[in-house]
Structures are given as C-alpha cells and as structure tokens.
C-alpha cells in the first residue's frame, strides 16, 4: 500500500474525521478498517417521502412522518431542563413539536417554512405532539435518511459524515466483472456502497441492496463449496454393514419410522470411501440422541471409537445417562469426559479413551483439549452444533482420520433452505413423533391475564411441577440481566411470593447457568425466570408450563424452540405467549403457534411471513456473520448466488485463475476462522 492510497483494509483511524479516539469507539461496533466502516450498513432507513396526516397520526407509540407549516414559535422555558415549543400546521389539523436542551434544534426551525418531522407522536386525539424529531427541509424530502447502530460516543450524524469520507477517499475493489455484473443486473460495488448509505429514492436502495446482498450470499455459497471440494479425503475408517438387531430388540419402545430411515442413512454413509458428512435435524422431542446412539453403536461393531461433544456439561451429563442406558447393556463402555472432573479422574478418562478401552465417549470441549488422544476415532457427533464455532468441530475431527461427522439440530429449516445453507451436509430429517408424547397446548393473550396466569404456575407448582418464564430484552438501554432481575422483583407482589425462584441469562457464566439449571432439573427451583438462553437446554420432565413475555419480540422458530422446553414428559404441559400487540401480523402469527406444533410447518410459515427475529439469531448456525443479507427474506437470491458459485467452481475448482484471485481472497477473509488444510 503506497502512502497516498487507501485501499479497502485502510485502517479506519486515518479517515478524515475518525482519529484515534472515534477509532476506538468504531472498534466496539467491529470497525477496523474502511471496508468494515462502508460495510457497517444502516439498520433502518426513515422515509421522509411516507407522510402521514396530523390528523392521522398514531399515538399507540409508532414513529412516522409528518409534513407541516411552522406557523408559531413559542417563548422558550430556561430551567433545569430547558424546554422549546413551536406549533406546526398541515390541512388536517395543529401539532405541538417539543425540543429539551436543545437550542440549537430549536432555532433551525424557520417562522412560516415546511419541514418534515419524523417521530413518536403523544398526546391524544384532541392534541397531537412529538418531542425531540427528527426534521429536515421539506424541499428534501425526497430520500432515505439511514439510521445506523451505535455506541455511545459515536451519533447518526457522526457515523453518516465518517462513511460518506471514505467512500470519498479509499479505492475499493470490485471483486465482479462488468460482464459479471451485466448478467446477473448488478450495479458496481462503489455505485452500491454509496447508495445504500445515501440513497435518493427507494429504487437507488433497492439496486444498492439488491448487488450487496448477492455479494454476500454469492460469497458465502462459494467459500462452503470450495472448503468442501479442498477437503474431500478419504476417510480412515470405512465401516461394513452390521445389523443392528441387538440394538433394536433391547429398545423399550418402537423407534419412529424416521428415526429408522436416519439411521439406515447414516450407516449407509460410513461404509462409504468418503467420510459422513450428515445433519441429523429434528423437531424438538423427535428423537434424534437414539440415531446418535444407533450410529455410535454401528460404530463400536466396526471396531472404531465414536465420540459427541455438547455445549453445556449438564447436557453432556444428560447425554451420557441416554447412552449409557442404550449401549452399556450391548457391551459398550460409555465415558463421561468434562472439565470439571478432577485432574486424578480426567488423566485417567483420557488413559482409557487413548488405549481404546473407551469405545464411546461424551463431553463437552475438553474432548478437543492436545491431552485428549483417542486410539481409533471413527465418528463425530457435535449436538447443537451452531453452538460450537468451526475451528472447535475441526479440532475435534483432526482427533481421529477424516472420521465420519454427524451433526445434530433441534432447529427445523425448510428443506429448500437446509440444502443451500447445508451445502457441504448430507441431510437427515426425523419429521414424526415418537408414539405417547402429549401435544403441548398453547394460548395467546394479553398481559391483563398475568395474574391468572401466576395462579396457573402456582396451582402446577403446589402438585409437584415446574414452569418456565421467559423474558425477552425489550428496552436497548437495559441489559438482559437487569430485565430479568426486575421482573423477578415484580413477582415478589403476586401469589408466587414464596416459590423458590431461579434466574438464567446470558451474563452468566457456563457454569453458573449449569449450576442454575441442575438446581431446576433437581426439582430445588421451583420456577426459573430466564432470558433466551434456555432455548437449547436440558431436558426437564417435570416443568409443565412455560410463560412467553411479550412474544411479539420472537421469530416463530425461536417461539416454537422455546416452547418445546415444557411437554418433555408425560403429563399435558402448556405453553402461553403474552403480548399486547394486537397489529394483524403478530396476531396471525400468534395463531400459527396456537393451532400447530410441526416444527416444520412453523418454520415454512417463518419463511412465509419473513417475520422480525429469524430462528438462526445473530451467528447463522456456525456460519460467517452476514451483514445485509437474510437466508429467508433473500431466498430468491440465495438460489442464483448458489448456482454462480458452482459455475465459478465448475471453471476453475482451485480459484487460481488471476481473475479470480479476489474471490479466493474475500472468501478466505469470510471464512477466517474455517480450518486451515
């Protein structure tokens, strides 16, 4: 890089109005360079062309845009909190717009000049009024203003001014051809970034997303494919058919069909040259730890060692109990392997798993620590596997000589999408029930019922049960652990006053949640107050009802993953979702939840209504951060990225080719934590 030019990996401190201070602060957003600071894209966009009437204006806490007249002025109130007043006018009424602290607002406002104001109105429908607005000119009304997430030091305007410098001054490189672009209708990347951070009109937003998002999604398809076709070896451990009778005929229940043709399918695959590369996914309660455990025993018949790794200890502990009661019986010696073992016990776990002695082993990421040495490893098995990053599942296959891999999610994602996003799995979907399990029943309503609905906790807690409450983080200047920690303190006021109450979230650490939860599935805790974190969990038989605080705020995939935490047992378990939203999309959707629990049904009607809050939260399950894109709402674009990507690959499998030496480059800066060969 010569000293006058700035090229995409600038560091973003050296851009006119950043400096070392601001730099720090754009560290805490993820921005070290100027690539980061163009790509660190608007979160909404406020149409100033959209105006709505005054007289129209909600005032059921909903932002809009009104157009209007200044046509008075009122005399400021210095004080403490100083406050400025000034009236506005449309043909359908008056409107009072208020500034606090703010002079400088104030006096932008002109005597008799139109401004367009975009706010959360108040008042009633006798008078309207909007505090602190935003407002520009309405001569420039016709554009998009972004708004951007923040941290504190760093506004709107301060962000927009930073960006718009360095689209200014640093030379980005388009990574697409003209000809590249003209086939697939794509403006330039320069053209793109510059009207997606200051578009005029819609139409210039839609073309700008429109190229960023195909970049992405073309991106990612081509790094999972060229990452699976550099990593196709021979496996070390080709397997030959064995019945499975014995398995079978000591099972004390009827497995599903499903569950059969899951495990036929991955055994199948281990007699292969090729190492499994299988996702085994499921419905909440669908029985995938028997497939697990079918494939591990397939394993111990082909003379191999099988292992499975869990995020949590306590769902590595639950593990091994299932294990152990399937498999011990068989003749397989079943180990449990976690970091809070003794230093004594695990030196002498990893002496039995490194002689062989161990033909099935449990754990959490101690299984991937050097100390651990497996003599024959043949199959992996990772559960929730977006928990784990890619490195932590690479480190536990480098254990064995390209073993078979089977990955396990309770998450359902439409067949079409698992395919693409998939793109290096083979896929396994156990889409029925095992036979006895009792349908959760599920309600909607307002929060007016919270008080029946404390009763209903207490009525199942006075026969011996459980429930779950769940509290979503709905204010952005509250953390999850102070919402949580409040509610518990509301709930000091209700019948539940005396109730051994636990509280979960994310600030915890792993082995504090453990300790939380082991107390719940103990029987200890009575009702557990938690945060999201318990979406994935152990199982607990025993907890019946399960209470979703203001619902709305949750894709209906995580609702669905969230609910299958009760129905574990035998007893009729119910789940109600609370929410005082009444608009007609949360409330179809609170339908779906209330008339179906097919995991899979739910997550089609996700992809239908392309709902706030996807199901595959912020990490994409393990894959790299996407920016701009969304797996569902983008599904139309999702499908042409993939088979651009496969005929890049298809042309040149090793992307040596000097036109392609950019892709190579922006997928293996994608792709940074994927192992190396």
Do not use: W
């Not at 009802?545 to 209906?556: D, K, P, S, T």
Request: aromatic fraction near 10%; include cysteine.
């Amino acid at each position: 890089m010569t000293a006058n030019k700035k090229t995409a990996n600038f560091p973003v401190t050296y851009i006119k109005g950043v400096g070392e201070k601001r730099a720090k602060l754009f560290e805490k957003l993820g921005v070290f360079t100027a690539y980061d600071l163009v790509t660190h894209y608007p979160r909404e966009y406020i149409d100033f062309n959209a105006h709505t009437p005054i007289a129209s204006t909600p005032v059921n806490g909903e932002s809009c845009v009104v157009r209007a007249r200044v046509t008075k002025k009122l005399i400021p109130y210095y004080g403490r909190i100083s406050v400025f007043k000034a009236i506005v006018s449309d043909e359908t009424g008056d409107m009072l717009i208020v500034f606090f602290n703010s002079d400088y607002s104030f006096s932008r406002l002109k005597l008799d000049r139109e401004y367009c104001f975009y706010g959360r109105p108040e008042g009633d429908f006798l008078r309207r009024e909007l505090h602190s607005p935003i407002f520009i000119e309405a001569e420039q009304s016709n554009m998009l203003m972004p708004r951007y997430p923040l941290t504190q030091g760093l506004s709107q305007g301060i962000i927009s001014s930073c960006i718009k410098n360095a689209i200014d001054e640093v030379e980005f490189e388009d990574y697409f051809s003209s000809d590249f672009c003209a086939e697939y209708g794509l403006i330039s990347f320069k053209d793109a970034i510059r009207r997606i951070h200051f578009p005029k009109t819609a139409a210039e937003y839609e073309l700008a997303k429109r190229r960023l998002t195909f970049e992405e999604l073309f991106l990612l398809q081509l790094g999972l494919n060229f990452f699976k076709k550099r990593s196709r070896r021979l496996t070390g451990s080709v397997m030959k058919n064995k019945p499975l009778d014995d398995f079978y005929a000591r099972l004390p229940f009827e497995p599903t069909a499903a569950q059969m043709r899951a495990i036929k399918e991955c055994c199948d695959d281990m007699t292969k040259a090729y190492p499994m590369k299988r996702l085994l996914q499921g419905d909440v309660g669908s029985g995938k730890t028997l497939v697990a455990a079918a494939a591990a025993y397939f394993a111990f018949l082909n003379g191999c060692q099988a292992t499975l790794m869990a995020p949590t200890e306590i769902l590595a502990q639950q593990h091994y109990d299932t294990f152990s009661k399937l498999l011990e019986p068989l003749g397989v010696n079943v180990l449990l392997l976690t970091g809070s073992r003794t230093g004594a016990v695990k030196k002498a776990l990893r002496e039995h798993i490194e002689s062989g002695c161990a033909d099935v082993v449990i754990g959490t990421q101690a299984l991937i620590q050097k100390s651990t040495v497996f003599k024959n490893l043949g199959l992996v098995i990772t559960d929730e596997q977006h928990r784990f990053g890619v490195n932590q599942r690479a480190a536990l296959s480098s254990k064995g000589n390209e073993p078979h891999v089977l990955v396990m999610s309770a998450t359902p994602i439409p067949r079409t999408l698992g395919l693409i996003i998939y793109g290096d799995l083979d896929i396994s979907v156990l889409d029925e029930m095992p036979k006895g399990r009792v349908p959760i029943k599920t309600y909607a309503v307002d929060d007016s019922f919270h008080e029946r609905l404390y009763k209903f906790i207490l009525k199942y807690v006075n026969e011996g049960f459980q429930a779950y409450i769940v509290c979503p983080l709905i204010d952005e200047g509250i953390s999850e652990k102070a919402a949580a920690v409040k509610y518990i303190e509301g709930l000091r006021n209700t019948c539940l006053c005396d109730v051994p109450i636990g509280l979960l979230h994310g600030k915890m650490s792993q082995s504090e949640k453990d300790a939380v939860m082991r107390d719940f599935k103990d029987n200890k805790l009575k009702v557990l107050v938690t945060t999201t974190v318990v979406e994935v969990g152990v199982d607990v038989p025993n907890a019946v009802v399960m209470i979703i605080e203001n619902a709305e705020q949750f894709g209906l995939s995580q609702l669905h993953q969230l609910r299958g935490r009760v129905g574990r047992g035998t007893q009729q378990s119910y789940c109600v979702l609370v929410t005082n939203n009444q608009s007609d999309f949360t409330k179809q959707r609170m339908e779906i939840m209330t008339r179906t629990s097919d995991g899979f049904e739910i997550a089609n009607e996700d992809l239908k209504l392309r709902g706030p809050g996807d199901f595959f939260g912020k990490r994409q399950h393990g894959l790299p951060r996407l920016k701009i894109a969304d797996l569902y709402a983008d599904m139309d674009i999702l499908k042409i990225t993939s088979d651009a990507a496969r005929k890049i690959l298809d042309d040149d499998s090793t992307l040596s080719k000097p036109e392609n030496s950019g892709l190579l480059r922006m997928i293996n800066k994608l792709f940074e934590n994927s192992p190396e060969e």
